[in-house]
């Protein structure tokens, strides 16, 4: 059966999440815009530093729960990095649609908004109770995909 296209851009983004050097939580993400992909990403640490799956996990370390303290990851989040990849090449992401494989973060959802980000396709819930809030309030088009 052939998949929609939510399905097939969600699916392209759980491959590029095989990608992630993170070692509590892998996460892709796939910007696309009348049906073309412009930009992917994924979580770990910025280009030419070790990744956590080399050097272990800070916030592990220190026993941070999931959704806190992001500034002691030295990762950088699947959203952050694709739209970074889409600056980085000149790529306008304006009015288009992110497929994430987890929810994002309230940084990330900040990002997402002045980026111009105008629809977020989900898989995974994130223990972070602003983000849906914020996106909604943007008026930003929040869906869950199974």
């Not at 992909?37 to 026993?63: F, I, M, Q, T």
């Not at 995974?124 to 088009?141: N, R, T, V």
Request: aromatic share 6%; proline share 3%.
């Amino acid at each position: 059966m052939r998949p929609s296209w939510d399905e097939y851009f969600m699916e392209m983004a759980e491959v590029v999440k095989s990608r992630s050097t993170c070692v509590r939580r892998q996460v892709g993400a796939v910007i696309v815009k009348n049906k073309r992909v412009l930009a992917s990403g994924y979580n770990g640490a910025p280009s030419g530093l070790k990744h956590c799956s080399e050097v272990g996990c800070l916030r592990d370390k220190l026993n941070i729960p999931s959704g806190e303290r992001h500034e002691l990851c030295r990762g950088i989040h699947a959203e952050q990095n694709t739209i970074i990849q889409a600056a980085y090449y000149g790529v306008e992401i304006k009015g288009s649609t992110l497929y994430v494989t987890l929810q994002p973060c309230i940084l990330c959802t900040k990002i997402l908004i002045n980026a111009g980000i105008e629809r977020v396709v989900l898989k995974g819930k994130y223990p972070d109770q602003f983000s849906e809030a914020m996106l909604l309030e943007a008026g930003i088009q929040m869906e869950k995909i199974d």
